[in-house]
């Protein structure tokens, strides 16, 4: 059976919103993309190479709750005494074209897939490239015990090398108890595809991640819409949730082809609201250069949304340990992310 025949959502062999996303991506629309790129006159990337915490092995074993970014959408995630990688493209360059000179703006990254401890579960929001990345997963596969993926994007992880029954693909709306850890697929507004030719063939979502103690939210990528509401009201409160906040496309015309596919950072406050969260932490900035805003403009603007509305956020440095215990944190003082 065919994975759109399996969803509610599927229409004519594609994926669909709720609530629709305007993407033109013809040919004549990439051209004219990287011509606004390369003229455009924001600083794109910070003047230096971004710093990162370095991880201390003895971290990752401590047996305690806590969350580490790695920039961009990529966390690590240790609960109920699992280690959880969130979206963790952990490659150099988020571009399909090897050639692209969109490097990460940090110089590494805290810690290596290779020095990283054994991975008990993988999940991924959606396709895109700055999510799924194969390098990424092609050298987690060996280490990682279970990929949990959005209808369809199953067989892009098993192209790479997963064992067949490693990989768990939901529905909005579905959930699984993996490792005692439940996870409920839930939506987002976005889209899928890493070509030309196979847009929404695949599902994107946001998760909800609970265990006993804990409760938490990862929104994937997508617009604003009235689903974070009904999420909150299902599914919330939420100690800590990972909110998109960058990456909007707000110059020139091309919000006119991206319509409704990102959040403006005071999208996010709102969402962040809807669902009820406790604690804010801002992510899809901090690693690429994909938009052509200021680097740092989606959390400049976050932040000062969130502090005007006495919204709880934390914006810790990459590779920088956020114990879940220690939430509600204290009050933002290190504001590294400035110029």
């Not at 280490?143 to 790479?160: C, D, Y």
């Not at 899809?284 to 250069?289: E, I, L, N």
């Amino acid at each position: 059976m065919d994975d759109w025949n399996q969803s509610r959502r599927g229409k004519n062999g594609k994926f669909q919103n709720e609530i629709p996303v305007i993407v033109k991506l013809s040919p004549g629309d990439i051209v004219a993309m990287l011509r606004e790129f390369l003229s455009a006159k924001t600083q794109r990337r910070p003047k230096q190479p971004l710093p990162i915490v370095p991880i201390v092995r003895s971290t990752l074993s401590d047996g305690e709750d806590k969350v580490v970014w790695f920039g961009h959408s990529a966390s690590l995630l240790q609960i109920g005494g699992k280690t959880i990688l969130l979206d963790p493209m952990l490659g150099k360059n988020p571009s399909p074209l090897p050639f692209s000179r969109n490097r990460r703006f940090s110089v590494k990254l805290p810690l290596t897939i290779e020095e990283l401890p054994p991975i008990d579960i993988v999940v991924l929001s959606h396709d895109h490239h700055d999510h799924l990345d194969c390098s990424s997963i092609r050298k987690l596969i060996p280490k990682a015990g279970t990929f949990l993926v959005p209808l369809g994007v199953g067989k892009r992880i098993r192209k790479i090398g997963a064992a067949p029954d490693a990989v768990i693909e939901l529905d909005w709306g579905e959930e699984r108890i993996v490792q005692d850890i439940r996870f409920i697929c839930t939506p987002a507004r976005h889209f899928s595809g890493r070509g030309l030719f196979d847009q929404n063939s695949t599902l994107w979502c946001s998760w909800v991640i609970k265990t006993g103690a804990r409760s938490l939210f990862y929104s994937g990528d997508g617009g604003y819409g009235p689903h974070f509401e009904r999420i909150g009201r299902e599914h919330g409160p939420f100690e800590l949730a990972f909110m998109e906040c960058g990456q909007y496309m707000e110059c020139g015309q091309y919000d006119k082809r991206w319509s409704g596919a990102h959040m403006l950072p005071e999208e996010t406050v709102q969402a962040f609201r809807d669902i009820q969260g406790g604690v804010l932490l801002p992510v899809h900035w901090g690693g690429f250069a994909l938009a052509l805003h200021n680097w740092n403009e989606p959390v400049r603007r976050l932040s000062a949304a969130a502090e005007e509305q006495r919204i709880p956020h934390h914006i810790p440095r990459i590779g920088e340990a956020v114990y879940l215990d220690q939430i509600p944190l204290s009050e933002q003082r290190d504001f590294w992310w400035r110029d």
